[in-house]
Nanobody, 114 residues
C-alpha cells in the first residue's frame, strides 16, 4: 500500500507562484512514475505533468513553460513548481502513481484570484 499526501496549495494572485509537494510512503518510490492531475468541478480530471523514474518529464500544453515537475527520491517526494499562475489554473491538484497501482492523494486546492 502506498499513501500519497499533497501539500502547498492555497490562494495566490494571477502571475504568482506556488510549489506543491507530494510525499509518498514506502521504500520503492524511486521506481514510480509520478503525475500531477487537476480537477475543476464538473470537468474531468486533467493530467498536468508527469515524471518517470529516471526523471524524464512531460507537460500538458496549457502549462508548458510555466510549471515544472521534479522529484527528490531521497525524500520520497515529487513537486510541482507553478509559476505565472492564471485564474484558469484554479483547481484541486492531485498526485498519483502512473505505473504502479492506482494510488492517489487527497488533493490540495489551488485558487488563483485577485
Amino acid at each position: 500500500q502506498v499513501q500519497l499526501v499533497e501539500s502547498g496549495g492555497g490562494l495566490v494572485q494571477p502571475g504568482g507562484s506556488l510549489r506543491l509537494s507530494c510525499a509518498a510512503s514506502g521504500s520503492i518510490f524511486s521506481v514510480f512514475h509520478m503525475g500531477w492531475y487537476r480537477q475543476v468541478p464538473g470537468k474531468q480530471r486533467e493530467l498536468v505533468a508527469g515524471i518517470t523514474s529516471d526523471g524524464s518529464t512531460s507537460y500538458a500544453g496549457s502549462v508548458k513553460g510555466r510549471f515544472t515537475i521534479f522529484r527528490d527520491n531521497a525524500k520520497n517526494t515529487v513537486y510541482l513548481q507553478m509559476n505565472s499562475l492564471k485564474p484558469e489554473d484554479t483547481a484541486v491538484y492531485y498526485c498519483t502513481t502512473l505505473n504502479v497501482g492506482n494510488y492517489w492523494g487527497q488533493g490540495t486546492q489551488v485558487t488563483v484570484s485577485s
